[in-house]
T-cell receptor
Framework: DAGVTQSPTHLIKTRGQQVTLRCSPK?????VSWYQQALGQGPQFIFQ???????QRGNFPDRFSGHQFPNYSSELNVNALLLGDSALYLC??????????FGPGTRLTVT | AQKITQTQPGMFVQEKEAVTLDCTYD???????LFWYKQPSSGEMIFLIY??????QNATEGRYSLNFQKARKSANLVISASQLGDSAMYFC??????????????FGQGTILTVHP
């Protein structure tokens, strides 16, 4: 049974560019949440998707957007990248209210 | 607003000894869940243990136990018989049921645990 997978593993982008990160949830899970983890900090909630709709959003600007597909996989898009967007981006999946299982993360570096 | 506080930036423990990692939380919700995650240097967050606010017994999972003191709003993680592989960052997190915080996990700043041989 495959766990949560994320791609790519690492990514280097330039300021002003756009990036798309991808997440496949654990089998049987219908909810995907995205978190940003800056170096040395705890993860910060970006948003959560359920039934292809954004159900909840954290304090992140509109440059951060997402999508959930009918197979429950999800994408996180970040436009107009800033140096401060450099972080580990974690995807977590869950079935409704159950505990969230995290993927290995995508490490984004903005230069 | 929900808040998690982990006051120990770093902890050291001798192999085979027990260690307690502190976590206090703040929420006005009556229904909430408390989680502990382990994050090795690889980056993946590994779920360790869960405690619901209405659970009367402290949660246990193998060598991990959660010392839940509701009146003090604390949810400390106890790791018994520490192993070298326990060296990692540990995060306490909370999920509340009410209002706009549904499904969202709020994390603390983390505690780096180092196990010495």
């Amino acid at each position: 049974d495959a766990g949560v997978t994320q791609s790519p593993t690492h990514l280097i982008k330039t300021r002003g560019q756009q990036v798309t990160l991808r997440c496949s949830p654990k089998s049987g899970h219908d909810t995907v949440s995205w978190y940003q983890q800056a170096l040395g900090q705890g993860p910060q909630f970006i948003f959560q998707y359920y039934e292809e709709e954004e159900r909840q959003r954290g304090n992140f600007p509109d440059r951060f957007s997402g999508h959930q597909f009918p197979n429950y996989s999800s994408e996180l898009n970040v436009n107009a990248l800033l140096l401060g967007d450099s972080a580990l981006y974690l995807c977590a999946s869950s079935l409704a209210w159950d505990e969230q299982y995290f993927g290995p993360g995508t490490r984004l570096t903005v230069t | 607003a929900q808040k998690i506080t982990q006051t120990q930036p770093g902890m050291f423990v001798q192999e085979k000894e027990a260690v307690t990692l502190d976590c206090t939380y703040d929420t006005s919700d009556q229904s909430y869940g408390l989680f502990w995650y382990k994050q090795p240097s690889s980056g993946e967050m590994i779920f360790l243990i869960y405690q619901g606010s209405y659970d009367e017994q402290n949660a246990t999972e193998g060598r991990y136990s959660l010392n839940f003191q509701k009146a003090r709003k604390s949810a400390n993680l106890v790791i018994s018989a520490s192993q070298l592989g326990d060296s990692a960052m540990y995060f306490c997190a909370m999920r509340t049921a009410g209002g706009t915080s549904y499904g969202k996990l709020t994390f603390g700043q983390g505690t780096i645990l180092t196990v010495h041989p």
